[in-house]
């Protein structure tokens, strides 16, 4: 399947972008292009150049855009739909799981459900003087 993306160039700390058209198992770092459809640059938003009678053409033959660039173009105005949300999704996070205890729990009563044991009385001793 055929992807539009962006495909990063420009040095450390100065993002550069050039939009490409490409295999979708191809990385973005590979090199392997089949077309550059433009140019975008992420510090100098003016300068930008993206060849859209070129990026309709690839559209129509079945090509798909990635998700961050899809949002670039509406909001060029280049085509027409909405946002996509390119954030991951969270996950919830796992409660730590309670190790099984090995031995039986015990059974603890409650003050009020003691039976009462029949103690025999014991004999009372009296200290001699």
């Given at each position: 399947m055929l992807m539009?993306?962006?495909?990063?160039?420009?040095?450390?700390?100065?993002?550069?972008?050039?939009?490409?058209?490409t295999d979708k198992r191809n990385s973005t770092k590979s090199g392997k292009t089949l077309e550059t459809l433009g140019f975008y640059n992420a510090e100098n938003d003016k300068e930008r150049s993206i060849d859209s009678e070129r990026l309709k053409y690839w559209l129509s033959k079945g090509a798909q855009l990635s998700g961050t660039l899809h949002n670039y173009l509406i909001e060029q105005k280049i085509i027409t739909g909405k946002k996509i949300n390119v954030l991951p999704k969270k996950r919830p996070i796992k409660a730590e799981e309670k190790p099984a205890p090995t031995e039986a729990p015990v059974k603890e009563e409650k003050p009020e459900e003691k039976k009462e044991e029949a103690v025999a009385p014991a004999e009372i001793v009296t200290p001699a003087t």
């Amino acid at each position: 399947m055929l992807m539009i993306r962006l495909q990063r160039t420009g040095r450390k700390h100065i993002p550069s972008f050039r939009v490409v058209l490409t295999d979708k198992r191809n990385s973005t770092k590979s090199g392997k292009t089949l077309e550059t459809l433009g140019f975008y640059n992420a510090e100098n938003d003016k300068e930008r150049s993206i060849d859209s009678e070129r990026l309709k053409y690839w559209l129509s033959k079945g090509a798909q855009l990635s998700g961050t660039l899809h949002n670039y173009l509406i909001e060029q105005k280049i085509i027409t739909g909405k946002k996509i949300n390119v954030l991951p999704k969270k996950r919830p996070i796992k409660a730590e799981e309670k190790p099984a205890p090995t031995e039986a729990p015990v059974k603890e009563e409650k003050p009020e459900e003691k039976k009462e044991e029949a103690v025999a009385p014991a004999e009372i001793v009296t200290p001699a003087t």
